[in-house]
């Protein structure tokens, strides 16, 4: 399991996905914020610590990770009055990841805020500079072939394909047939990752 916020699943996916290659945070019908909800609980459910039951999903461990987002997380779903379904909890950790990821990467020395704006096709968007650009880079292309390494991977081009987005150099199609391996509770995630954008792009049309 990964300890620490800026070698995170979620991390990677905001790194490699999220901001584009000038660092700008994309417009919120872009949908990627639910990517950004997405991956974290595909993390989770990597990790073992989530699973889903006739739909909901269910905190397993009574223990949460050590990573302080994911814990947050983790105890958000422990403690929720009523069962959520994945794209329930899709759309409701979306409001938040963007906030809590980049919070983390600023502290790891990762992300630093910038003042400046950059022009965006739906107005100015906020920016950021990676202080770190080889951690972009190993975000997509990590070192070693390790079984978890590659799922991890697999499971950041299926979060990215679910947003309609891919991952830098790596063509959507690689990791499609790694991604029919992923657990029932991952499937269930990306499954309401990709309805989400869906549904967010119809509204944005109406």
């Keep these: 399991m990964k300890t620490d916020a800026m070698s995170s699943l979620a991390a990677d996916f905001m790194l490699a996905v999220y901001l584009d290659g000038q660092g700008r945070v994309p417009s919120y019908f872009a949908g990627l914020d639910f990517g950004l909800s997405g991956a974290i609980l595909m993390e989770l459910a990597l990790d073992g610590f989530i699973q889903t039951a006739d739909g909901y999903i269910v905190a397993v461990h009574a223990a949460g990770p050590r990573d302080r987002i994911l814990g947050e997380i983790h105890a958000e779903i422990r403690a929720s009055r009523r069962p959520r379904t994945a794209s329930e909890w899709v759309r409701a950790l979306s409001a938040s990841a963007h906030r809590r990821l980049s919070a983390g990467l600023i502290a790891d020395g990762v992300l630093v805020r910038t003042p400046r704006r950059l022009p965006s ?52 199609s690689e990791y499609e047939a790694e991604s029919l391996f992923l657990s029932p509770a991952c499937t269930e995630i990306l499954t309401a990752v990709a309805d989400c954008v869906w549904l967010q792009g119809l509204s944005s049309w109406t």
């Design 121 to 172: 096709p739906t107005g100015s968007a906020r920016r950021y500079d990676i202080r770190r650009g080889q951690r972009r880079h190993a975000a997509v292309r990590p070192a070693g072939a390790a079984a978890d390494s590659f799922a991890r991977l697999a499971a950041l081009a299926a979060t990215a394909s679910a947003c309609g987005a891919a991952t830098d150099g790596r063509q959507r």
